[in-house]
């Protein structure tokens, strides 16, 4: 599963939030965290209110005394990248080519909060760039609280392009004996854009007529995983919307109580097109809970 997940950290609390969820699924794998600071070039003296670690010594310090919290069941790395580099998520995103980490999980800094800042970074060029499966956690997880998988959400469009998130969802699920939860929406009309939209106004029998199938292939599509989950043991529900992707996926999510989001995601066409009108970065926007993206 996951055997090596980096956890960037800025030394403030904020960042922190990371933490638990990285040590959770590093306990499921037997896996190890490495913790990475990038000294930044001109750096603010505080970030998030806090003091911004700026020197090399007090950062590895800092990374040395997160780690302690953690106690000796985990193995635990510590990186500090000096000299300051003026492009920080760059610099951390450059770094999976020497540290090989198969998960990134970092801190969101809330719904629809700091979205330039996550648009224009780390979440961009990782997800955009088909790299590194990233684990966005929200902000008000404390660094020692309880994380724990019980339900887990995955929707699907009921295509292969989207399934390496359900790949990863069902090792997640094997490893911590959760509920696998499935969806599948289908956009309604009153959604529809482009020549879509205008099939649904001028045509709107033949827009229900698609819309009915659409809805019948894509139930065969969840019922069809849904057995090959629970040949393997994995207790697991189905649900079918009509509505908004994103919207309906949030709506899910909290309806149904689950700790995680597994997205499935391609790059498409570089990072500015990835964020233009990505189902993903609108769904990140709306939720509290965790959003797993995992690169085609």
Not at 244 to 257: R, T
Not at 279 to 292: E, F, H, N, W
Request: with cysteine; hydrophobic share 50%; glycine share 10%.
């Amino acid at each position: 599963m996951f055997e090596h997940i980096l956890v960037p950290l800025d030394g403030s609390r904020l960042a922190e939030a990371a933490l638990p969820v990285a040590a959770y699924l590093a306990r499921l794998s037997r896996g190890r965290v490495t913790l990475i600071h990038m000294i930044e070039k001109d750096a603010p003296a505080a970030v998030h209110g806090e003091h911004h670690l700026r020197e090399a010594a007090e950062a590895r310090a800092y990374l040395e005394v997160v780690r302690a919290r953690f106690g000796d069941a985990l193995e635990w790395q510590l990186h500090v990248h000096s000299p300051a580099a003026v492009d920080v998520a760059g610099g951390i995103v450059a770094h999976e080519g020497e540290l090989q980490p198969d998960l990134v999980v970092m801190c969101t800094h809330g719904p629809g909060r700091l979205e330039r800042w996550l648009r224009g970074s780390l979440a961009q060029q990782v997800v955009a760039l088909g790299r590194t499966p990233l684990l966005l956690v929200r902000p008000d997880l404390a660094t020692g609280a309880e994380f724990a998988l019980r339900r887990i959400l995955v929707p699907l469009d009921g295509t292969s392009r989207h399934e390496g998130g359900l790949a990863v969802a069902l090792e997640l699920v094997g490893a911590c004996g959760c509920h696998l939860q499935l969806l599948g929406v289908v956009p309604s009309a009153a959604v529809l854009a482009g020549p879509e939209a205008s099939l649904a106004r001028f045509l709107p029998g033949s827009t229900r007529a698609l819309g009915e199938l659409a809805a019948d292939n894509l139930r065969e599509y969840l019922v069809g995983v849904r057995e090959r989950a629970v040949a393997r043991g994995i207790k697991t529900t189905l649900e079918l919307r009509h509505g908004d992707i994103a919207e309906e996926i949030v709506q899910a999510a909290a309806d149904n109580g689950v700790e995680l989001i597994v997205l499935g995601t391609h790059g498409k066409a570089g990072t500015k097109a990835f964020w233009a009108n990505s189902v993903a970065a609108r769904v990140q926007g709306r939720t509290d809970q965790a959003l797993l993206l995992v690169p085609a």
